[in-house]
């Protein structure tokens, strides 16, 4: 079982979801770009962005729950960046120490959800940074390069954009410069925009896999080169073939607004 959830409003913006799972047996889990705050199973943590798959391993009848946040929104709220918590579990007492283990301690006793532990720390949270939300988004929206999407946020690919993207350009680019653009990325999701760029790729092909027959037709919905492409970036992320995959409901889960996300 896994259900999401849109967030409550006081988490609108920073968090994507909250959500509850339970599973049987080990639940592999493939990266989605963003951290989650975990609880159950009598622990709580961090599960930092993964670059990779993982085995989630419960209790026989054991539920998490959990806060996903919006990608990039991570850092301002657990003070950290995110590329130290990159493909790693950390519980809160570790974290925050001291009180980290208290707050570990409500939310395991069911005084807190994880949307009110969350929600505690909002008034400290600053707003988002907002070059790496408009990186975030346009690689989100399908951009085929890293380096032209870099280019339109920072207004360096003003000059030698071509007139069909006019559109999409913003009105006011950001004064930054790529590199500094690119350090705040990888402090702010975890990772690269490159790699940022092939999990949102990965992404977009599950939430298509349910409606888009065949590998290679999929392969081009989700903006893939070619099936090899796709193929290539699904055994990186998730450890099996497309077709081992994309095969069933064991892999690939309906979620909240017909939503899909791997689980």
Do not use: N
Not at 119 to 128: C, D, I, K, Q
Not at 190 to 199: K, N, Q
Request: some cysteine.
């Amino acid at each position: 079982m896994y259900e999401e959830a849109a967030p409550p409003a006081p988490l609108a913006g920073v968090a994507r979801c909250v959500w509850r799972s339970a599973s049987a047996g080990p639940k592999r889990i493939v990266p989605d770009g963003c951290l989650d705050l975990v609880v159950g199973d009598g622990g709580v943590f961090i599960a930092g962005p993964d670059t990779a798959a993982w085995s989630s391993v419960t209790r026989p009848g054991a539920e998490l729950r959990g806060v996903r946040f919006t990608p990039g929104r991570a850092p301002a709220v657990l003070g950290v960046a995110a590329d130290e918590l990159r493909d790693r579990r950390v519980s809160l007492d570790e974290l925050w120490g001291r009180a980290g283990e208290v707050l570990a301690e409500r939310l395991l006793s069911g005084e807190l959800t994880p949307a009110q532990a969350v929600a505690s720390r909002l008034s400290e949270v600053p707003e988002a940074d907002p070059a790496v939300a408009a990186l975030i988004a346009r690689l989100d929206a399908g951009a085929a390069r890293v380096a032209e999407a870099a280019a339109m946020v920072t207004g360096a690919g003003e000059a030698a954009a071509a007139p069909d993207v006019a559109a999409a350009r913003l009105e006011e680019p950001f004064a930054v410069s790529e590199r500094r653009l690119r350090r705040r990325f990888v402090q702010a999701v975890g990772y690269g925009p490159a790699t940022y760029l092939r999990v949102s790729r990965f992404q977009r092909a599950v939430a298509l896999a349910p409606r888009v027959p065949g590998l290679a037709a999929l392969a081009a919905a989700a903006g893939y080169s070619d099936q090899a492409h796709l193929s290539r970036d699904c055994r990186a992320l998730t450890g099996l073939t497309p077709r081992a995959y994309f095969r069933g409901p064991s892999t690939v889960d309906l979620t909240h607004g017909d939503r899909l996300r791997s689980a």
